[in-house]
């Protein structure tokens, strides 16, 4: 991942792998990575915001709806611009561990 390519990770939903999505990405020369129908070691929602947005949530009870929104909402307001970076940047870390275990989980 070192070259001076632009690489693009994403999910294979239906949507992603559309005739035209496929094409703009050929178009834009990006090199696509391929992605095993599901694996939660290659999406950062999964290995890095929603563990410790659920570490935040443990304990707390709410009396509305409106309630657990605020939470969530302050939750997400609070994060660094660094917080979403550093889970963006594990993610190398962690392809390369999904490759050396031929896809196994990594966290089990």
């Not at 659920?54 to 917080?83: C, M, P, W």
């Not at 979403?84 to 561990?97: C, P, Q, S, T, V």
């Not at 999904?98 to 990594?106: A, E, N, R, S």
Request: aromatic share 12%; hydrophobic share 40%; charged share 25%.
């Amino acid at each position: 991942m070192q070259k001076k390519k632009i690489f693009f990770h994403q999910v294979n939903a239906p949507a992603h792998k559309s005739v035209l999505a496929m094409g703009k990405l050929r178009d834009l020369h990006y090199e696509l990575l391929e992605h095993p129908p599901y694996s939660p070691d290659l999406a950062p929602s999964d290995f890095c915001l929603f563990p410790k947005l659920k570490l935040f949530l443990t304990g707390q009870r709410f009396s509305s709806n409106q309630e657990a929104i605020a939470a969530v909402e302050g939750y997400f307001a609070d994060l660094t611009k660094n917080h979403y970076r550093d889970g963006i940047m594990a993610l190398e870390h962690r392809w390369n561990k999904c490759i050396i275990l031929k896809g196994d989980y990594d966290e089990k």
